[in-house]
């Protein structure tokens, strides 16, 4: 069975300023999925951002970008200019490609911005 | 584009007493469907997941069951409630195709049994 573990319970930063959130995994398979999804107090989880494991190249959506490991297994979330709007808490999850199986979760880094 | 529903948004139960949740998705077809509990101030747990009508995986033994009476209807049940149950329930869908694989999740419903 695959696990996921973040091991910063809580991360500080100040507004405008750069944050990595960290994340690794364990699993036996070589073709899967991660994300980083982010659960802001309304509890919905929003996609931040994927990674397929096929892929060297790491994923970058506007501010957020990856640095995915795949021999470390490991998976992180860099966080460049940091916005009020992104205090959350931020799960790292992964999934088994091609199933229909569900995500594994990590138990999640709350992510506070300092103004 | 699509979207996901659930309701209600929030429930308050008695222990022992039945317990319905509803997810629908709109703008697709035949989307695989998930059932997620999160417990207070943890992650989340798969609880069912489905490929298609009639079709129900079950990830944890308990005492709640899924149904899929429609293809993009997925319901969460429960005859008698526990304390254990509380939580924060969200659904989740993702393309048949596999293609991506990614899920999205609706907005939730918090349940609190009392």
């Known amino acids: 069975a695959q696990t996921v573990t973040q091991s910063q319970p809580e991360m500080s930063v100040q507004e405008a300023e750069t944050v990595t959130l960290s994340c690794t995994y364990d699993t036996s398979e070589s073709d899967y999925y991660l994300f980083w999804y982010k659960q802001p107090p309304s509890r919905q989880m929003i996609l931040v951002i994927r990674q397929e494991a096929y892929k060297q190249q790491n994923a970058t959506e506007n501010r957020f970008s990856v640095n995915f490991q795949k021999a470390a297994k490991s998976f992180s979330l860099k966080i460049s200019d940091s916005q009020l709007g992104d205090a959350a808490m931020y799960f790292c999850a992964y999934l088994s490609r091609g199933g229909a199986d569900g995500l594994t979760f990590g138990k999640g880094t709350h992510l506070i911005i300092q103004p | 584009s699509q979207t996901i529903h659930q309701w209600p948004a929030t429930l308050v139960q008695p222990v022992g007493s039945p317990l319905s949740l509803e997810c629908t998705v709109e703008?697709?077809?035949?989307?695989?469907l998930y059932w997620y509990r999160q417990a207070a101030g943890r992650g989340l747990q798969l609880l069912f997941y489905s490929v298609g009508i009639g079709q129900i995986s079950s990830e944890v033994p308990q005492n709640l069951s899924a149904s899929r009476p429609q293809d993009r209807q997925f319901i969460l049940s429960s005859k008698k409630l526990l304390l254990s149950d509380s939580g924060f329930y969200l659904c989740a869908w993702s393309e048949a195709s596999g293609i991506t694989d990614t899920q999205y999740f609706g907005p939730g419903t918090r349940l609190t049994v009392l």
């Open positions: 703008g697709t077809s035949n989307p695989n």
